[in-house]
Every structure is written in structure tokens, then in C-alpha cells.
Nanobody, 127 residues
């Protein structure tokens, strides 16, 4: 059974940085696709950054390219989202999600692709 717990959110000024963590249990190597999503009040949940299985690499939304980096620490069984140069439009609740297996790139963005979700962590960026 896969369980995810997101943490690391907080309040930061524009231009600052945060590192979100997604602690995972029940993972087996690179068998799971990981996605970071975010949702602001009154907004739809949107995909942010994705870690594909095996050697397939990462995919990022245009809005965060060059600023956000997704990575994993296998020893700690944790996936990270390093967020640099944060802007007020990044303010949202951030969720990590997992899919058992690989996904084609077009499927990474769909929330229905993911069977497991963390509880989310609040990120607030002030001007």
C-alpha cells in the first residue's frame, strides 16, 4: 500500500525559496510516477512538476520551468520539490501524487492518472 505525506510549505517573500517533501511508503524503486500538483482557492488543480519512472526524466509546467526542480532521495524514500524565485502566483496548496507504473507525457497532467494522493501543504508567497 502506498501512502504519501506532503510537508515543507510555509510563508515566504517573493524571490525566496522553499523545498517541499513528499514522504512515501510502499514504493518499490522507480516503479511509481510522481506528480506535484497545486490548487489555489477558486482555481482548478493544476500539474506543476513530474518525475517519470526509470530513466524517462522529468517534466515541468511552463509556469515553473527554470524555477522548480523535482528530485528523489531513495535512501530517505522521499521526493522533493525545490522551489526557487517564488512569486505570489505560486501561492497554493501543493499536493504530491503517485501512479503505479509509467505514464506517457500527455497523461502526466491528468489528476485521474494518479491513484494515491498526499494531504497537501500550504505555500504562501507575499509581495
Amino acid at each position: 500500500e502506498v501512502q504519501l505525506q506532503a510537508s515543507g510549505g510555509g510563508l515566504v517573500q517573493a524571490g525566496g525559496s522553499l523545498r517541499l517533501s513528499c514522504a512515501a511508503s510502499g514504493f518499490a524503486g522507480n516503479h511509481y510516477t510522481i506528480g506535484w500538483f497545486r490548487q489555489a482557492p477558486g482555481r482548478e488543480r493544476e500539474g506543476v512538476s513530474f518525475l517519470r519512472t526509470g530513466d524517462r526524466g522529468t517534466v515541468n509546467a511552463d509556469s515553473v520551468k527554470g524555477r522548480f526542480t523535482i528530485s528523489r532521495d531513495n535512501a530517505k524514500n522521499t521526493v522533493y520539490l525545490q522551489m526557487n524565485n517564488l512569486q505570489p502566483e505560486d501561492t497554493a496548496v501543493y499536493f504530491c501524487a503517485a501512479h503505479e507504473g509509467n505514464l506517457i507525457i500527455s497523461s502526466l497532467w491528468a489528476i485521474a492518472s494518479y491513484e494515491y494522493w498526499g494531504q497537501g501543504t500550504q505555500v504562501t508567497v507575499s509581495s
